[in-house]
């Protein structure tokens, strides 16, 4: 039985299509001019300046157009980041913050302020890296921490269904794990009474869900520095880390 060709693809097509018409137009030149000299001297200009025309064409201006779509998908992955913490990061972080027992070391890292460069952003981000929280689960209201999670859970599941965040492996690691503390809680029918390792294992859940938050907000905060300052400017009245909070101007 004889094989059947492979069906070209549509790239394949168009590649025979204008090989044949390349050589058709030659073809013409030679049936007017009838000067074959004439038609190799442009023909080796042309293959002469094919790899230059390579570098332009594939490798310069599509690398700047990869880039600026990549920062096009960047920006929308900040407005998520930013409708997250909107609508829970910030409470978590400011709920939370306060039963810790090492929350006043925590404030001192990562209290931004409008002079902060650089440099202190990243300074603030190394120590949200290794991040260690103090937290007795005891002393922690777990139900009033599983309703809210249960309010959310909705948006957390919109957030996780958005496939630009298959880009941002640290946020969709932060997403992961405020579902997965929601997911321990509500899987206690009860959250009084319980034994002292499992308070130790919720509280590394929360351990582990602070670490992303706090790092994750540091670089959203640090990108509306840059990009928003309006934006920037609420945060830096509102922020938990500060010993004084209010949204008024004063």
């Known amino acids: 039985m004889t094989n059947m060709p492979r069906r070209l693809s549509f790239v394949g097509y168009l590649a025979v299509a204008f090989v044949a018409l390349s050589a058709i137009t030659y073809f013409i030149h030679y049936l007017i001019f009838r000067d074959v000299h004439h ?8 293959l002469a300046f094919l790899p230059l025309q390579v570098l332009l064409v ?14 096009a998908k960047l920006q929308k992955l900040n407005m ?7 609508e829970l ?13 090492n929350r006043s070391e925590i404030s001192k890292h990562l209290n931004i302020t409008g002079s902060w ?13 290794h991040l260690r929280v103090e937290v007795d689960c005891r002393n922690v209201d777990l139900g009033a921490l599983k309703t809210f999670l249960a309010q959310k859970r909705e948006f ?23 579902t997965h503390v929601d997911e321990e809680l509500e899987a206690r029918p009860s959250l009084t009474g319980l034994p002292d390792k499992d308070l130790e294992h ?12 706090a790092s994750e907000w540091l670089d959203y905060v640090q990108h509306l520095k840059s990009k928003y300052p309006y934006l920037f400017s609420l945060v830096l009245r509102t922020h938990p880390f500060q010993e004084h909070q209010s949204p008024i101007i004063t």
């Open 117 to 129: 460069t650089k440099r202190d952003f990243q300074k603030a981000v190394a120590f949200a890296a």
């Open 39 to 46: 038609i190799f001297i442009y023909l080796l200009g042309d």
């Open 202 to 213: 919720i509280a590394g859940d929360i351990q582990r869900l602070y670490d992303h938050l």
């Open 80 to 86: 998520v980041v930013g409708a997250f913490f909107s």
């Open 89 to 101: 990061g910030n409470h978590l972080l400011r709920d939370l913050l306060k039963h810790f027992d």
């Open 58 to 71: 594939v490798v310069i201006i599509e690398r700047l157009l990869a880039r600026r779509e990549t920062q």
């Open 156 to 178: 957390l599941l919109t957030l996780l269904e958005n496939p630009s965040l298959l880009e941002h492996d640290r946020f969709t690691d932060l997403l992961w794990a405020v």
